[in-house]
């Protein structure tokens, strides 16, 4: 019988990741620490410490996050991008959604959470998504890519929908 991974792990993982693509966006975190290991995992010359530097990331952003709950990961993203943390992208009809979000790809074009539901380990649970870019399918990011799994995820839009509509179309996103 296989474990379930941990989910306050998993979404660590999955905000350090966010938090690190901002920075090459050019959006600086708020916290001067998550700032320097951003910095060191973009400096790395050598793949071991660039992933060590991955790491040191995870471990300040798992330090930092209270729980995994949709108003802990929103105050998280508040303590470091204060006013600009939007979290109305899943409001209205799926119409509306979907126009919202490309709306946001393209005046912004930062990436963005959703937290769906899906089964992982034998169990249906909550996990949060880095949506990179929204065509006929939702491309999620990797949210860990410091491993050696290629977790990029491509998933089509309805199906992404429905999996969204399961938690409430929760969502966080810099305005």
Excluded at 59 to 67: C, I, Q, T, Y
Aim: with cysteine.
């Amino acid at each position: 019988m296989s474990q379930s991974p941990d989910p306050h792990a998993m979404t660590s993982y999955a905000l350090a990741t966010w938090v690190f693509l901002l920075r090459v966006d050019g959006v600086e975190p708020d916290d001067a620490e998550l700032a320097s290991h951003c910095a060191a995992v973009m400096d790395a010359a050598e793949e071991a410490v660039g992933n060590a530097a991955g790491e040191r990331l995870v471990e300040r952003v798992k330090a930092m996050l209270a729980g995994i709950s949709p108003d802990d990961v929103t105050a998280f993203a508040r303590t470091l991008y204060g006013d600009r943390v939007n979290t109305g992208l899943g409001g209205g009809e799926r119409s509306d959604r979907l126009s919202r979000i490309r709306k946001y790809q393209f005046d912004r074009n930062l990436p963005w959470l959703a937290r769906i539901w899906e089964r992982n380990g034998g169990e249906v649970v909550p996990s949060w998504l880095i949506v990179n870019r929204v065509t006929d399918e939702v491309t999620a990011v990797d949210p860990n890519p410091w491993n050696d799994i290629d977790e990029t995820r491509h998933v089509p839009v309805v199906d992404f929908q429905v999996l969204w509509e399961l938690d409430g179309c929760t969502a966080v996103a810099l305005a």
